[in-house]
């Protein structure tokens, strides 16, 4: 692993410690935070139609961008549960990021921005 990819694992931990914090500060349901946790991978469903659709809809789900823009959304609106998902939603692409799971490249599920997932 390159440095530059540590930087990235390392970013990603960030990213996931920091929503924790902010999720328990706004003192929200762990329920939900375990329900939601692992929703965007949903978004994997799109493979179904080809790794070019796959890595479109997985990486759109995966960006930092909607979950910033259904938090400012969430302060704006004054909507506690907007505000909670979001947070989970920053978690859960923080974790993956820390593991190593990176946005995926059209030439497959396994090629990432971080490198490839898995054994050759």
Known sequence: MDGVTVLLRLEGAALAVVSLLAYFWFGQSW???AL???????????YLAG???GAW??????????????AVAGS???SPIV??????WLAHIGIDRALGYGLKRESGF???HLGRIGRD
Do not use: E, K, Q
């Not at 939601?36 to 799109?46: E, K, T």
């Not at 809809?57 to 259904?70: D, G, K, R, S």
């Not at 505000?83 to 989970?88: L, P």
């Open 31 to 33: 329920w939900l935070f």
């Open 36 to 46: 939601l946790l692992l929703a965007p991978d949903l978004s994997m469903l799109g």
């Open 51 to 53: 790794p070019r659709f």
């Open 57 to 70: 809809t997985y990486n759109a789900a995966h960006m930092t961008l909607p979950p910033l823009a259904l």
């Open 76 to 78: 704006a609106f004054a």
């Open 83 to 88: 505000t909670a998902i979001a947070i989970i």
């Open 110 to 112: 396994r090629d990432t």
